[in-house]
């Protein structure tokens, strides 16, 4: 391993790289949007999204999202403020989401985690959360649309720390919600950011800072909100927890704030809080020890999502890598770990805010996007190290949906064994066979059911093979850890569970609900059943 060179070191510790999460309609594209704002990244809000409009994002690739105006894979955007390179990975936040959700966050050093101040916690964004806790990175919150009416702030905190787990530290606290809003009180400060709308999509929104104990604030805010505030400060002091750096680099604390997106309001001031509290890029785990970015010279790199045909007329697959450390430049020669050879790492890529463009040079906690000529997988390590290592490989996150496969033209099975093959290898969907049978019933396992759409899209357009999709019951699923000592034809489990197995050959059960799980664990004394296949 060789020694990082000061100037790579100064581009890596300039790096921020997080991912956004929130349960959909929350306001994240808003959210990602201002920043890009503030970046000068683009000059005009709605640029990022235009829902079901002429406007497409970038990350609408596939026609079938822009059939309808949703975002089905996850891209990256990168832009520069305040000194910091920030690369947002953009999560799908549709309740459809697949795999490649979870997958986006294992690249990421910390989550901005936006939520719905009328709504509280939503069920997208428990399930995402669970994935940044398993990782330990830090967590920090936005509690947007202030502008509407909200939820007390009390019951917003508690409904965090309940659902989530996860102590909170108010960073500011609002005054007022909806058509009373009048803006946020910094704990810190002991001021007032008063409220305004400069929602036309500018940066220059004058932003009026006031001391809580100014005069001139009688008449900005009633008396009656001036005594709440005070009341509810008094209260939060007392009780909540200090705003602890090292919990919150742990994961253990999530400073939060408030604003409003949509507004303008708040945007800014998050960013500044959040680029100061978040991480550079983190040390990875490797087969090696830890790999620290701000040691390592080498390039190093792990595959986190793999995209086909992007553009249907060139049939290319781009690999989608996170830069774990040192310098990468366009066309470098780097050693694949799990194809055991060197490859030339050609057309890197990188996502912006319209377009994707080429790039020369890019650094650890960047995100590049690489043509595959269809032999990376994901998890895979590149590296010009001398001294090889694999980077922690990227769990298999358990399927929640599940249908049964039908070939509409028996005749062309050859196609639709190599299509629905390549499309599992990229990870979008996990096949599953009949224990006692062949290829010839294959069930077909999903984390989010748009992928079943997408399955059967891609099935027609790419591999011409028309399929016809039947829903199955299932809602668990377990992986038999110990099969060696157990007989699964003989296994008793209870009438409503299904026995299959994966592609390699393991052994599994398919629920369609926890009780039947209990069941068949207490029919069966002494057999392990996982969420994970090992
Ligand atoms: P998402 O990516 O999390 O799904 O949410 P998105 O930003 O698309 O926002 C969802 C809706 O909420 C949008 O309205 C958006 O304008 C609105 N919104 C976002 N932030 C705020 C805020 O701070 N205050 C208020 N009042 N609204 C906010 P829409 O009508 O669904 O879409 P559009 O027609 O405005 O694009």
Same mark, same amino acid.
């Given at each position: 391993m ?5 100037d790579v070191k100064?581009?890596i510790e300039? @790096?921020r #790289?997080?991912?956004?999460i929130s ?6 594209t808003?959210?990602t949007e !201002?920043?890009?704002l503030?970046?000068?990244a ?7 999204k ?7 994002? /970038?990350?609408?690739?596939m026609e ?6 949703i975002? /089905?894979t ?5 832009f ?8 947002i990975?953009?999560?799908p936040?549709h *309740? ?8 986006t966050l294992?690249?990421a050093d910390?989550?901005v985690?936006?939520?719905d101040?009328s709504?509280?916690?939503?069920? *997208?964004?428990r399930k ?6 398993m ?5 920090? #919150? ?5 502008? @509407? ?12 720390e309940?659902?989530l787990?996860?102590?909170?530290c108010?960073v500011?606290?609002?005054i007022g ?8 009180y910094d704990?810190a400060?002991?001021?007032v950011?008063?409220f305004?709308?400069t929602r036309k999509?500018? #940066?220059?929104?004058e932003? +009026?800072?006031v001391?809580?104990d100014d ?8 008396e009656?909100q001036k005594a709440k505030?005070?009341?509810e400060?008094?209260? +939060? $002091?007392g009780a909540g927890?200090?705003l602890d750096?090292e919990?919150?680099s742990?994961g253990e604390?999530?400073p ?5 997106a &949509?507004t303008n309001?708040g %945007?800014e001031t ?6 100061k509290?978040?991480?550079?890029p983190l040390? @990875?785990?490797s087969d ?7 040691e390592e ?16 007329a ?6 989608f890598? @996170?830069i774990?450390s040192?310098e990468?430049?366009?066309g470098m020669d780097?050693f694949?770990m799990?194809?055991?050879?060197k490859?030339?790492?050609s057309?890197?890529?990188?996502m912006m805010?319209s377009?994707?463009?080429m790039?020369? !040079?890019a650094?650890?906690? $960047?995100?590049i996007? %690489?043509?595959d ?10 590296t010009?190290?001398s ?5 922690e490989?990227i769990?298999t ?7 049964? /496969?039908r *070939?509409v033209d028996t005749? !062309?099975r !050859?196609?639709f064994?190599k299509?629905i ?6 990870g979008a969907? +996990?096949?599953?066979?009949e224990?006692?049978t062949?290829m010839e019933?294959?069930?077909v396992?999903v %984390?989010?059911? &748009? ?6 899209y891609r099935?027609?357009?790419?591999y011409n %093979?028309?399929?016809?999709l039947e829903n199955?019951p299932?809602e ?5 850890d110990?099969? *060696?000592d157990f ?11 299904k026995?299959v197995?994966?592609l390699?050959d393991?052994p599994? &059960?398919?629920?369609v609900n926890e009780?039947?799980i209990r069941m068949?664990?207490?029919?069966n004394?002494?057999l392990v059943?996982t969420?994970?296949?090992?």
């Amino acid at each position: 391993m060789s020694k990082i060179k000061d100037d790579v070191k100064k581009q890596i510790e300039k @790096r921020r #790289t997080f991912a956004i999460i929130s349960h959909p309609d929350a306001g994240k594209t808003t959210l990602t949007e !201002k920043f890009l704002l503030y970046g000068g990244a683009i000059n005009q809000a709605g640029s990022v999204k235009g829902k079901a409009t002429s406007k497409h994002a /970038v990350s609408d690739w596939m026609e079938i999202e822009k059939e309808r105006g949703i975002s /089905v894979t996850s891209s990256v955007l990168q832009f520069n403020y305040g000194g910091y390179c920030i690369n947002i990975l953009d999560t799908p936040g549709h *309740q459809d989401f697949s795999e490649d959700t979870y997958r986006t966050l294992m690249a990421a050093d910390s989550a901005v985690m936006v939520i719905d101040a009328s709504k509280g916690v939503e069920a *997208q964004t428990r399930k995402l959360f669970k994935v940044c806790t398993m990782r330990h990175i830090p967590i920090f #919150t936005f509690i947007n649309k202030m502008d @509407r009416e909200a939820m007390d702030t009390f019951e917003l905190l508690d409904d965090i720390e309940n659902e989530l787990g996860i102590a909170t530290c108010p960073v500011n606290w609002p005054i007022g919600s909806g058509k009373e809003f009048r803006g946020v009180y910094d704990r810190a400060t002991k001021s007032v950011e008063l409220f305004s709308d400069t929602r036309k999509g500018t #940066t220059q929104g004058e932003v +009026q800072i006031v001391p809580i104990d100014d005069p001139s604030l009688n008449g900005l805010i009633s008396e009656e909100q001036k005594a709440k505030l005070e009341e509810e400060i008094e209260l +939060q $002091d007392g009780a909540g927890a200090e705003l602890d750096q090292e919990m919150v680099s742990k994961g253990e604390l999530s400073p939060v704030f408030f604003g409003s997106a &949509l507004t303008n309001f708040g %945007v800014e001031t998050f960013l500044k809080h959040f680029l100061k509290m978040t991480t550079s890029p983190l040390p @990875r785990k490797s087969d090696k020890g830890e790999i620290d970015p701000m040691e390592e010279g080498d390039f190093s790199a792990f595959v986190f999502k793999i995209q086909a045909n992007m553009n249907k007329a060139h049939r290319d697959r781009i690999a989608f890598m @996170r830069i774990c450390s040192g310098e990468f430049e366009a066309g470098m020669d780097v050693f694949h770990m799990q194809g055991g050879k060197k490859v030339r790492l050609s057309q890197p890529q990188q996502m912006m805010a319209s377009e994707r463009h080429m790039v020369d !040079k890019a650094y650890g906690g $960047d995100i590049i996007g %690489v043509f595959d000529p269809g032999i990376f997988s994901i998890g895979d390590t590149l590296t010009t190290s001398s001294d090889k290592f694999s980077y922690e490989g990227i769990p298999t996150f358990a399927p929640e949906h599940f249908a049964r /496969v039908r *070939q509409v033209d028996t005749m !062309k099975r !050859k196609q639709f064994i190599k299509g629905i093959n390549q499309i599992a290898q990229e990870g979008a969907i +996990q096949i599953f066979q009949e224990f006692n049978t062949g290829m010839e019933e294959i069930i077909v396992g999903v %984390v989010g059911v &748009l992928q079943f759409d997408v399955l059967k899209y891609r099935l027609e357009n790419e591999y011409n %093979v028309d399929i016809r999709l039947e829903n199955l019951p299932y809602e668990y699923i377990r992986w038999i850890d110990n099969p *060696q000592d157990f007989d699964l034809a003989k296994l008793s489990g209870t009438s409503d569970m299904k026995k299959v197995k994966d592609l390699k050959d393991r052994p599994l &059960l398919l629920f369609v609900n926890e009780w039947s799980i209990r069941m068949t664990q207490e029919r069966n004394d002494g057999l392990v059943l996982t969420e994970f296949a090992r």
